[in-house]
């Protein structure tokens, strides 16, 4: 049984500050590794993605991996109210298969 | 450009009746993901097609369920008979193509089975 596992929150965090949400998963044949974003109500909207070990950056939002410890942050920095959602980790394992597995997401409230 | 496309928004039926939910991919995306979220259980993957065609079917929760895509643009998700267990939103999402691309999901369907 492959799992994805988060922190179900919620993670308080003062506006300006930077928000650090973690994800461990289970199957280490996993290849790539997605953030999404989900406001009460709405869908899941994509952020980041990331495939090898290291950190990738695009704009306040950094993504870091580490496959030999089978963990995935997402930092955002600056963190505006805008930014309170819940954060979902999805993990796309290797062998072929297609779908992906999320956690339960991680409810981050922003402070102002 | 338009993503991917999901009707009805809402549905409420009581059980027994037949429920169809429909989805329309971004156009030119290959892959086509039908995903269930409930709070218990957060979002699981029902089903998904390549190219039209079924892959891993493995996540559909009972023969209650069952899923088509005749075309490249369209495809549908029924359950026949409907129970109230089945309420939860129903998200589609597509891909370019098979494997790491990243999924673009529609703005779900919200079913109540009364």
């Known amino acids: 049984q492959k799992e994805v596992e988060q922190n179900s929150g919620p993670l308080s965090v003062p506006e300006g500050a930077i928000a650090s949400l973690n994800c461990t998963y289970s199957d280490r044949g996993s290849q790539s590794f997605f953030w999404y974003r989900q406001y009460s109500g709405k869908s899941p909207e994509l952020i980041m993605f990331i495939y090898s070990n290291g950190d990738k950056e695009d704009g306040r939002f950094t993504a870091q991996l580490n496959k030999a410890s089978q963990y995935v942050s997402l930092l955002i920095r600056d963190s505006q109210p805008s930014d309170s959602a819940t954060y979902l980790c999805?993990?796309?394992?290797?062998?072929?298969?297609?779908?992906?597995?999320f956690g339960k997401g991680t409810h981050l409230i922003i402070q102002p | 450009d338009a993503g991917v496309i999901q009707s009805p928004r809402h549905e409420v039926t009581e059980m027994g009746q037949e429920v169809t939910l429909r989805c329309k991919p971004i156009?030119?995306?290959?892959?086509l993901f039908w995903y269930r979220q409930t709070m218990m259980r957060g979002l699981e993957l029902l089903i998904y097609f390549n190219n039209n065609v079924p892959i891993d079917d493995s996540g559909m929760p009972e023969d209650r369920f069952s899923a088509k895509m005749p075309n490249a643009s369209f495809s549908t998700l029924k359950i026949q008979p409907s129970e109230p267990r089945d309420s939860a939103v129903y998200f589609c999402?597509?891909?370019?193509?098979?494997?790491?691309?990243?999924?673009?999901f529609g703005d779900g369907t919200r079913l109540s089975i009364l």
């Open positions: 999402a597509s891909s370019l193509r098979a494997g790491a691309q990243p999924q673009h």
């Open positions: 156009s030119g995306h290959n892959s």
């Open positions: 999805a993990v796309l394992s290797g062998g072929g298969a297609d779908g992906l597995t």
